[in-house]
């Protein structure tokens, strides 16, 4: 970070910064990244799995799925109201988000082999709402208003 830091940059992109630190220091690096963004007035792009990373320190959210942008919005849109089923899985596996039995839920099947990409959506194999024409034809971006889109043939969901 020091090293990046020289270059005086406008920009700086993160990528899993804070994976597998014990989560005093993955805090202390997140108030770091922080400071040093409104410091130095710097555009903070971090890329991570850890939706509690997200929602500590994102204001704008992009989920993607192999390799695609399936889902982007404010940080509150896609925790109170998100419009992907991929979204919508990923958060129903975070812990406070569990089912009232305390069960976490998982998203069935598999990543597709980026090689060998599904026709249509690339998560209609895993997609609990998926039918033909989400299996045969890719989705566009669908504008929802706000600033969030969602790459899903059946959104905005209800």
Not at 105 to 115: C, E, F, K, R, Y
Request: contains cysteine; proline residues 7%; hydrophobic residues 45%.
């Amino acid at each position: 970070l020091a090293i990046a830091l020289a270059c005086d940059p406008s920009v700086i992109v993160a990528d899993e910064p804070t994976t597998a630190l014990d989560v005093t220091i993955q805090a202390q690096i997140l108030d770091l990244l922080k400071h040093l963004q409104r410091e130095r007035s710097l555009a903070l792009m971090i890329i991570t799995h850890d939706l509690g990373v997200v929602a500590e320190v994102a204001d704008d959210v992009v989920v993607m799925y192999a390799g695609r942008i399936i889902e982007k919005a404010s940080l509150r849109a896609i925790f109170e109201d998100p419009q992907h089923p991929y979204t919508m899985g990923l958060l129903s596996s975070i812990p406070e988000f569990a089912s009232a039995d305390g069960r976490l839920s998982s998203i069935d099947g598999i990543v597709p082999n980026l090689a060998a990409l599904p026709a249509g959506c690339r998560f209609n194999t895993r997609c609990p709402y998926a039918d033909d024409r989400c299996r045969t034809l890719e989705p566009p971006e669908l504008d929802l208003g706000d600033d969030h889109m969602s790459r899903c043939w059946k959104a905005p969901f209800a």
